[in-house]
């Protein structure tokens, strides 16, 4: 079965200062895979998706982003975080050429102090 | 063009009774429409999904009902329990507009109350 790994798990981070996020794949081979952002309280906002290596779509013009060095992980990145940067970010994946069902991480909690 | 509206924004219900989260939407190249439950501080999982070829789809306790004419569908979850308290999200995708990405509503948080 598959499985979705995401860390940490909670990170508060001073403004101004880098952040990586990373999210992991298993039991699966070239998902696609997505990086949403769930401000408190509010809906899910797509950030940046992936269909294969190194190919990288943005959805948002924002202070982040992504990458994806290997075929089952997937990491949001920022050099220097904004108090509107804290949120709760997700990763999610799907089967390429799937069924549309996307499968979420249990997310990161990132506090900008 | 791409938006889904969903409402109410929150809801309570009592045990037992019947919670009903509608959402619409505009692109008619919609053709899938999966509901999302997700419990405060834990990724959404997937509770139920419907195309629009058929007009309900029910799985326990949990239905999705979809009229395409109306460009609506909704979930209604029978029997209401307190641990169905949780905030549920509708979304809309379609092939079109590639690698199968999701349109979300703005979710509702339901409350069952005992």
């Known amino acids: 079965s598959q499985t979705i790994h995401q860390w940490p798990a909670t990170l508060v981070q001073p403004v101004g200062s880098p952040l990586s996020l990373e999210c992991t794949v298993e039991?699966?081979?070239?998902?696609?895979l997505y990086w949403y952002r769930q401000a408190a309280g509010r809906g899910l906002q797509l950030l940046f998706y992936?269909?294969?290596?190194?190919?990288i779509s943005s959805e948002v013009p924002q202070n982040l982003s992504a990458s994806r060095p290997q075929d089952r992980q997937f990491i949001l990145s920022s050099k220097k975080l904004l108090l509107s940067d804290s949120g709760f970010y997700l990763c999610?994946?799907?089967?390429?050429?799937?069924?549309?069902?996307?499968?979420f991480g249990p997310g990161t909690r990132l506090t900008v102090t | 063009q791409q938006q889904v509206k969903q409402s109410p924004q929150s809801l309570i219900v009592q045990k037992g009774g019947i919670s009903i989260i509608n959402c619409a939407y505009e692109?008619?190249?919609?053709?899938?429409f999966p509901w999302y439950q997700q419990f405060p501080g834990k990724g959404p999982a997937l509770l139920i999904a419907?195309?629009?070829?058929?007009s309900e789809k029910k799985e326990g306790r949990f239905t999705i009902s979809f009229n395409k004419s109306a460009k609506q569908f909704s979930l209604h979850i029978m029997d209401s329990q307190p641990g169905d308290s949780a905030t549920y999200f509708c979304?809309?995708?379609?092939?079109?507009?590639?690698?199968?990405?999701?349109?979300f509503g703005t979710g509702t948080r339901l409350t069952i109350i005992p």
């Open positions: 039991g699966t081979s070239n998902p696609n």
């Open positions: 979304a809309a995708s379609s092939r079109d507009f590639g690698n199968e990405k999701l349109t």
């Open positions: 999610a994946w799907s089967k390429l050429g799937g069924t549309y069902e996307q499968y």
């Open positions: 419907i195309r629009p070829d058929v």
């Open positions: 692109n008619t190249a919609f053709d899938y």
């Open positions: 992936s269909v294969g290596i190194g190919q």
